[in-house]
Nanobody, 128 residues
Framework: VQLQASGGGLVQARGSLRLSCAASGGTFEDYVMGWFRQAPGKEREFVAGISWSGGSTYYVDSVKGRFTISRDNAKNTVSLQMNSLKPEDTAVYYC??????????????????????WGKGTQVTVSS
């Protein structure tokens, strides 16, 4: 599976951005999908994940209530709507997927190490 993320940019605090990730080369609905981010000098961290059908989602506490992950299996895309952005959200954001055996628990238990597929990152910068 090839993943391509887009939609990053520069936004002021309390603003919004929508990231998108387009998938190709596989059966998209076979994969749970997720977003990670990596700030300068920090490890890559899991942000949000979504199940195959989109019926289940998971968010880390720092983004809960502000970010929304969604997917469109007909278009082979997964999105991350980010509202009420804070300067600490500044990072390079990556879409990712584990193998077809993966579940949302894979993101929680194994983080970046559990991923098989990565898109190129997209920079999100939130100014104060």
């Amino acid at each position: 599976v090839q993943l391509q993320a887009s939609g990053g940019g520069l936004v002021q605090a309390r603003g919004s951005l929508r990231l998108s990730c387009a998938a190709s080369g596989g059966t998209f609905e076979d994969y749970v999908m997720g977003w990670f981010r990596q700030a300068p000098g920090k490890e890559r961290e899991f942000v949000a994940g979504i199940s195959w059908s989109g019926g289940s989602t998971y968010y880390v506490d720092s983004v809960k209530g502000r970010f929304t992950i969604s997917r469109d299996n007909a278009k082979n895309t997964v999105s991350l709507q980010m509202n009420s952005l804070k300067p600490e959200d500044t990072a390079v954001y990556y879409c990712a997927a584990p193998s077809t055996d993966g579940t949302i628990a894979t993101f929680i238990r194994h983080g970046a190490a559990g991923m098989h597929y990565w898109g190129k990152g997209t920079q999100v910068t939130v100014s104060s």
